[in-house]
């Protein structure tokens, strides 16, 4: 019996010498630092595992996200991360994570095509075109707010997932649709506010009808392009503070009718 239970230690001791190393050799890099002034120089020290931390201000570059990195703002909403009018601002590779940032002004907000991505907390607007595009694998996109793009806020092509879903986040103004989907997507979209869309709140291509649609609050749209508004979801007006003004989507107490999400939490972005 000692004898089994020395083997089992030595065997745990070896997958752990093999975990460990990677867990402490993650770097946090702050930019701006000493010899990092912009995101792209940050990124070409990083691997995966590791932070760029970013400080108030504003960057004007588009960046390509390494695989396993996590970008984030030390201060929710103070980094803006500019695409400069073209081009895509961010593109996501394979397990990397954005956090708590501003990303406007370019042709597209960002870009996921790898499994593993998460998208979270953030302020996707402005954008020339669409303000997040998702192919083949729906990254987590969760607390964001989404909008006043001149596209649509989210497009997915041939997007499944059985563990990310568009969960709590706020799609409004945007000039086209809130939410298209295409292709052979298969995936959740729950408690949003899709509020004030140019077009449909939510267009879904037919061979896309798997997508699951349940305690989103659909305002105000032009339309939905769905057979029908599925049960239990809601069409109420969200009374937005100040969302032109001040990018507050937080709802007046006064003059919203409340309702409750999944986890009965409050639609939309839980991050004002």
Not at 80 to 96: A, E, F, H, L, Q
Not at 170 to 183: D, E, K, L, R
């Amino acid at each position: 019996m000692t004898r089994f239970s020395f083997k089992k230690a030595i065997l745990f001791l070896s997958i752990a010498t093999m975990i460990v190393p990677y867990a402490l050799n993650a770097a946090s890099l702050h930019v701006p630092s000493v010899g990092m002034n912009t995101i792209a120089e940050a990124m070409l020290k990083t691997r995966a595992g590791d932070t760029i931390v970013l400080e108030k201000g504003t960057y004007r570059e588009r960046v390509l996200l390494a695989p396993g990195v996590t970008l984030i703002s030390r201060t929710p909403f103070a980094a803006v991360v500019d695409g400069t009018g073209k081009g895509v601002v961010i593109t996501m590779g394979k397990n990397s994570t954005i956090e708590g940032l501003v990303v406007r002004n370019g042709t597209i907000g960002v870009f996921s095509n790898s499994p593993g991505n998460k998208i979270v907390s953030c302020r996707i607007i402005k954008n020339w075109q669409t303000g997040i595009i998702a192919v083949r694998h729906l990254p987590i996109i969760e607390d964001n707010v989404i909008a006043f793009n001149r596209g649509s806020g989210f497009q997915g092509w041939d997007v499944r997932s059985t563990s990310a879903t568009i969960n709590h986040n706020t799609i409004s103004y945007n000039g086209n649709h809130g939410i298209a989907v295409g292709g052979a997507s298969e995936f959740i979209v729950e408690n949003n506010v899709v509020a004030y869309n140019e077009r449909f709140g939510m267009k879904v291509l037919s061979e896309a009808e798997k997508v699951q649609v349940t305690n989103n609050n659909f305002y105000h749209n032009l339309n939905n392009m769905l057979k029908k508004l599925p049960s239990g979801n809601f069409s109420f007006d969200p009374a937005f503070v100040a969302p032109r003004t001040g990018m507050n989507f937080s709802t007046d107490p006064a003059k919203c009718c409340k309702a409750k999400g999944t986890d009965d939490q409050e639609l939309g972005t839980r991050i004002r």
